[in-house]
């Protein structure tokens, strides 16, 4: 039955329908925008209308929500507050106001009430909190969004669960209340799979405890007791809306909703619940008689004979579920048009009777249009498709008949569509067309073997090429170790240089002869082990810094007891430079130490010293500076000449090793000699910076 009630009187209207609520008679009470409260006598079909004209004077004729309270009606306004009414009369026992007194509330916009059974009532608001008000003494406790800011926008619908916490649907999230304590909960988190449920207009907990919400755009959300998701149904898999305003149980298996598009009947079977569980949907609107497609939230009742009632624009239905009968018949769909490029394919059968068409494989671009026959409403037919090998799911195409498909690969397909009747109910059998899409001929086997044979040649000849490539690749390799080898054996040479040798065991062997044999064993005892540490080093490629300055170290302070300590030296190595991780060339800098000493420090008279200095250069490399106040390159060339001594064979070998370093990589190693001038610009000294890029010791952890 629809219950509509137009009149040119705003207020003895029932254009929009907020709340519904049952008297002791059986009477409809009914909360609506604009025109206050009706009361709708079953009997006579009568309607009587109180609003500010009569007794609600403190009313803005506007009954936004409704609660019985044993037997008192509390109506919530729109802006000015609560009036409370004997049921049966309704005439007005007291008001609630809005303010900061113990009986007032925090907010005039009444959205939703709960009894919590404990003997309070709680009032949500639209932006200013949440109410608790005592049922006996009307002492009333406001939580303030100030102090609770999830309070903060509408609250729009309550649960109440069966361990007596209060469920709570806002505009923003879901919420538990402790009615005891009392405190606020959110309970579903935003990182979760509930994240995209936000609005809620309605809450029904049913006899197993499951909680059925009704939201503002996500369909219907069902959750179990401990708030984890059981199913969310929406318009992409069986609803007509995913706006849900009410939720009514018709049984444990059947529950009706509300919509923005009709009113559906969802029967449901404990498999349902599971992941690819099915439901049964059965939709209805303005064409099944309702009064309009639009309800509102809140506006839903069940009332005591087990009729159902649901209101919105234009009034409110009321109906016994068991009345309603869903017509079990279903629509046949056929295919009623088939076009390539925007045209029509040309069969001497139309095209409904064919069960398979043939295409080239340029004609990739199509589209299908089709229909139904019988138990059918035009604008409610909705159909579903697929093509079988390219899509992967059933598309819902609502009332669209027609798809198209563009830029096909070659291949055989199956396209499939089905549609419901005007109950909402499915037809499973659908009607399928096979659509053959030729393989060009560079797809074709043929094709592609002789392509194979082609590259296949192709490929041989390439690996000869990559063959030859590689032998002579790896022949310069092998010339390019010989020559490292060749330098490095001369390095050796250079480095156990028999001047050297033979002079250090003279001084030895005069000290011997002078019986100072505490210095000629000291003597003795640094010269072995620089021998030693010589050869240890010249079988690896690369050593530590560390151990190149202890070498170095040990040939300085020989040398310095052969001229009697005419010189100093000093070894500064930066901080944040690690000696025992870093890796440069072995046998490397001891040449041009002994360069400085025998070219620079050996002709200069006064005080004499060489210091070693290490730096970090750049991101990857390290910075070795050799820096005397000898008599400088020049003076010492000049003296070479008269003395007839040939160039520092060491130093050269040293500038081979580093160009050798460079071959193949990115680095910068290499040597630079900078002269030295005093103020007078006379020649004071030489620096020899020598760049190494950084080579990390990858056995450091071994060898504590």
Known sequence: MTIQKNDTNDLKSLRFVRKILEDDHQNLLIGTSGSGLVKYNRTDQSFSFYNSSNILANSDNFVIEMIRVNNELWLGYNGNGIDILDINTLKKIRQIDVGVGEKQISDGVIWSFLNDGKGSIWVGTRQNGMNKIDILTGKVTQFLK???PMLSTGMRCMGLLRNGKILLGTEDGLFEIDAIKPGFREVLPKQSETESFKSFKSILIDAKERIWLGTDGTGVVVLDKNYHLLKNLNSNNSLNSDVVYGILPENDSIFWISTNTGISAIHWREKSFEKNGKVQVVNYDEKNGLQSNEFNTGAYALLSDGSMAFGGLNGLNVFKPKDIQSTPMYPIVYINEFKIFENELKTDTLISYLSSVHLKHFENSFSISFGTIGYSIRGKTKYRYRLVGYDKEWINADSRNYVSYTNMKSGDYEFQ?????????WNENYTSLYIYIATPFYKTWWFCMLLVGFMSQWAYFFYRYRQRQLRDREQMKITHTREIAEVEMKALRAQINPHFLFNSLNSINSYILRNDNKTASKYLVKFSQLVRNILNNSSNPFITLK??????????HIEGMRF?????????????????EIMIPSLLLQPYIENAIWHGLLHKDGEKYINIRVRKHLQESISICIDDNGVGRKVAAEIEQKTKQGKSFGMELGESRLKLMNEGQDTVAGVQMIDKLDANQQPSGTIIEITIPVKLNLNKSNNP
């Open 547 to 556: 151990e190149e300055l202890n070498t170095i170290e040990l040939y300085m």
């Open 146 to 148: 100030s102090a609770y």
């Open 564 to 580: 009697n300590n005419q010189f100093a030296y000093l070894i500064d190595v930066d901080e944040e430079i690690d000696t025992t």
């Open 417 to 425: 569509v089905k549609a419901c009747n005007y109950d909402g109910v």
